[in-house]
């Protein structure tokens, strides 16, 4: 990456270049090599640094982003309006090669206090989650989540929180097709989330197609004597009251039992970190996600866990990922992956152009190919070694590629179901998501983002763009707040706020 005191040129080849000034830069202002701006272009977004003739490649990240539509002057502003969109990789011409990846040493001695779960995961929260069957209940479980914290909680000191896992799921669907195993899955994978400690409770209505034993069936409790399903149509109850007094009830035993967990030293082989963007801008790929990518190698390289996701924000630069694949049945789930999801956009009449946003477009990413190429950076450099399909969970230490769709609260739900138990959150244009049910770290790829957000980003990448710190030492210091965080010494700006997003299951399956 190349820096001047307006503009980034992220690699030798590239023909256009980012501009870095907050206040854009103005028509005639004259610039290095001779380079004078023909018109005022905002920050982030790209100035052509040579002649660009109509059908010629634009080139950032050293790599194709788009074609020039019209002719193209040095020195003018070069935006979505200017482009055509490239063809996606074809999926059967990627080479996979089984040349081993130089091995990095291991790192050794870090540490974070985390909770300990009789299946072995360790958790960073300790939070009582109320799960349903269905989406019918969700008034009762708001309404018993609300008196269970003002009533329960205060006694139960050691317990972090009590959240309700609605989703709009559970009837109404065609429960058995192929494809409803995708949201079945990802709610049984969300309770045994180690943040819960295997101290889930269901809420049923009782005449839905998503049975709640069904959520707990792959996940037996260790006293089966006392049930953690309640249904609201159990004759016993007379009126609502005596619903809410039985969630009360069954609560007490849960919070009672997660009472009991304490932090204790355990080694950062233990994280499993999600990795997501949203609101990306043109900064994305040369600070935050490059940041995170360095931190992710950390954390694969202590023995931790680390996925990355979003399908469509990888489709167009994966050629540059199925290399990196541990072997070929990892290469060839990668380009499985890929396919599934092509059809998938094709069967619902719309292709991977789609993605981009206004908001992304009006901070400097012009197609979906630029977007990519920015977005893989956060998964860092080590090998990829499994590859998980929607609802799965997480198997193997090192870096994993969860695939899910590029929504922010539909992929964080997928995320979380995989089983991270520490999220990081890269953002350019500002976005209040966060979770609940596990720490988000929000990560700011530019410091006028920061600035404005002081009180909503936990951290700010903007210093690599301005030259005040490199990736290596941005990607230490994220690493060391990670620790920070899932030891629960530092609160993230989402919880201290008390900022939370629904959960939104991905169901591809056809309804009723």
């Given at each position: 990456m190349k820096k001047t005191n307006f503009l980034i040129k992220t690699a030798e080849t590239?023909?256009?270049?980012?501009?870095?000034?907050?206040?854009?830069?103005?028509?005639?202002?004259?610039?290095?090599?001779?380079?004078?701006?023909?018109?005022?272009?905002?920050?982030?977004?790209?100035?052509?640094?040579?002649?660009?003739?109509?059908?010629?490649?634009?080139?950032?990240?050293?790599?194709?982003?788009?074609?020039?539509?019209?002719?193209?002057?040095?020195?003018?502003?070069?935006?979505?309006?200017?482009?055509?969109l490239p063809r996606p990789p074809e999926l059967?011409?990627?080479?996979?090669?089984?040349?081993?990846?130089?091995?990095?040493?291991?790192?050794?001695?870090?540490?974070?206090?985390?909770?300990r779960n009789p299946d072995g995961s360790v958790g960073t929260k300790n939070v009582l989650g109320i799960s349903t069957s269905v989406q019918c209940v969700a008034g009762l479980t708001q309404y018993v989540v609300k008196k269970i914290k003002e009533e329960l909680l205060p006694s139960y000191p050691n317990v972090d929180d009590v959240v309700a896992l609605n989703h709009t799921y559970g009837?109404?669907?065609?429960?058995?097709?192929?494809?409803?195993?995708?949201?079945?899955?990802?709610?049984?994978?969300?309770?045994?989330?180690?943040?819960?400690?295997?101290?889930?409770?269901?809420?049923?209505?009782?005449?839905?197609?998503?049975?709640?034993?069904?959520?707990?069936?792959?996940?037996?409790?260790?006293?089966?004597?006392?049930?953690?399903?309640?249904?609201?149509?159990d004759p016993a109850f007379q009126g609502f009251q005596q619903m809410v007094d039985a969630s009360l009830e069954l609560a007490k035993q849960h919070l009672q039992r997660l009472n009991e967990r304490k932090r204790e030293t355990c080694p950062a082989s233990e994280l499993v970190v999600g990795m997501q963007c949203g609101g990306s801008d043109a900064f994305s790929g040369l600070t935050a996600n490059p940041a995170a990518g360095f931190a992710a190698?950390?954390?694969?390289?202590?023995?931790?866990?680390?996925?990355?996701?979003?399908?469509?924000?990888?489709?167009?630069?994966?050629?540059?990922?199925?290399?990196?694949?541990?072997?070929?049945?990892?290469?060839?789930?990668?380009?499985?992956?890929?396919?599934?999801?092509?059809?998938?956009?094709?069967?619902?009449?719309a292709d991977r152009s789609a993605n981009t946003t206004p908001g992304n477009k009006k901070g400097g990413l012009s197609t979906i190919v630029e977007k990519a190429l920015g977005s893989i950076a956060k998964s860092g450099t080590s090998p990829i070694v499994d590859v998980l399909s929607p609802g799965e969970k997480i198997r193997k230490k090192g870096l994993s590629f969860a695939a899910t769709p590029a929504g922010d609260f539909v992929c964080g739900t997928l995320q979380l179901a995989a089983g991270m138990n520490v999220h990081l959150f890269m953002t350019g244009r500002g976005t209040p998501y966060g979770l609940s049910m596990v720490p988000v770290i929000k990560i700011s790829s530019n410091t006028s983002l920061s600035q404005r957000w002081f009180d909503l980003i936990d951290l700010d990448a903007g210093q690599i763009a301005s030259g005040d710190k490199t990736v290596e030492e941005m990607g230490w210091e994220l690493f060391h707040l990670i620790l920070e965080v899932a030891s629960g010494r530092k609160k993230v700006a989402a919880d201290v706020l008390g900022i939370h997003n629904d959960l939104v299951l991905f169901n591809p399956g056809p309804l009723t």
């Open positions: 590239d023909n256009v270049a980012i501009v870095t000034s907050i206040e854009g830069i103005q028509e005639g202002s004259m610039l290095e090599d001779a380079l004078i701006s023909k018109e005022f272009i905002p920050m982030g977004h790209k100035i052509a640094l040579n002649e660009l003739p109509k059908n010629s490649p634009i080139i950032r990240y050293g790599q194709i982003i788009g074609y020039a539509a019209q002719h193209i002057q040095p020195g003018e502003w070069v935006h979505e309006g200017k482009m055509s059967k011409d990627i080479p996979f090669s089984s040349k081993l990846t130089a091995e990095t040493p291991p790192l050794e001695g870090y540490t974070f206090q985390g909770y009837c109404g669907v065609a429960i058995d097709a192929p494809a409803a195993m995708v949201p079945i899955k990802t709610i049984q994978n969300i309770a045994a989330n180690p943040n819960f400690g295997g101290e889930v409770m269901v809420i049923g209505l009782g005449c839905e197609k998503l049975r709640p034993e069904r959520i707990m069936e792959p996940h037996p409790k260790k006293q089966p004597e006392k049930s953690s399903i309640l249904y609201m149509q190698d950390l954390i694969v390289r202590a023995g931790g866990r680390v996925m990355f996701s979003e399908v469509t924000e990888v489709r167009d630069a994966i050629h540059l990922l199925v290399p990196r694949a541990s072997d070929a049945s990892v290469a060839q789930a990668l380009i499985d992956e890929m396919k599934w999801y092509d059809d998938y956009l094709l069967h619902g009449e």
